[in-house]
């Protein structure tokens, strides 16, 4: 009885050896970002007389909370995978069209030579952009407002990304970008591709990107949606100025009757910090739609006040003008009345994890 106890605890201690083994070789985080604030905004579609005054999640950031894992596999390569999922903390409901992971779901390898990953990524825009943005490609009352390809995402994508020094290269194919998937015999119905290269040298930055996705419908799975941005920054210390410019040719990828639009988008901006935890930003952004009227500006200023590294408040203020049938909003478009110029502000707090 004592040499079966006695192999038995062998045995026991054995495989929680095993067990401590793996978890030294691999690594999974639990990370997130909770961000909620008051917002009042005129001239918004709805409501008497289109001013509203509510809770409002994901401001300058979506709020989220995500698994990060790594495993080293040796020889310098590692496995890596990540799933996020996207909320609105205003009321608990999943974000991303009610995705359990909509931000992000992948896996894949690691190594010198880059990352190679498979699952539902970001595009090339949102991976270099948010360099190029005074406000960061935050949700609302920044470049995403403007566009919201910015923050683009695609399903079934094969991704690969590299970072060599100052250089970082990106760059996925999608078989089908949507959730409808891929369809069989149609490979252009709902794919996506695109690529990018961002360069930093001390405290300048430019970077470059390319975005183009099909239709999903198979009858007219040639028409795309194509975007071209180009951004730049350069650090002065206590100043950081920000510009850019995007160019986006619609095909009418909606339906058949869908004609083709055109757009232009430049924006200028810059940050400036007043002391360690306070800082300012202003950005302005315009757009110029090709041979119409619906052209839009919108102006906005931030203060942000961190209270540690982990929390900080925030007070962004904006104005939009829309000429024509434009309805661009703070956040984002058809968020404000047609041809109304609209008034916003919203106070939060936002906190990671």
Known sequence: MKKALFALAA?????LSGVASAQTASNVTLYGIADAGIEFATHSPGGNG???VRVSSGNMSGSRWGLRGVEDLGGGLKGIFTLESGFDIDTGLSGQSSRLFGRQAFVGLQGGFGAVTLGRQQNALYDL???YDPMGVGPKYSLNSVDSGFNGRADNSLKYTGKFGGLTGTGYYSTGANNNGEVPGNYKAGRAFGAGLAYTAGAFSVG????QTQSGTPAISDRAIKRLAVGTSYDFGPAKVFAG?????DDGVATAATAAARNN???LGGLYRVTPALSLTG???????????????????SADYAFSKRTDAYLNVGYVTNKGASNLGLNGAGTAIAGANQTGAIAGIRHRF
Do not use: I, Q
């Open 129 to 131: 952009f948010g360099a």
């Open 50 to 52: 289109g001013t509203a």
């Open 208 to 211: 470059t990107a390319y975005d």
């Open 245 to 249: 410019y995007r160019w986006m040719r």
């Open 265 to 267: 988008v430049y924006w």
């Open 283 to 301: 950005a302005a952004y315009y757009t110029d739609a090709h041979e119409s009227n619906n052209d839009s500006w919108m102006f906005v200023l």
């Open 11 to 15: 045995a026991g201690t054995c495989a």
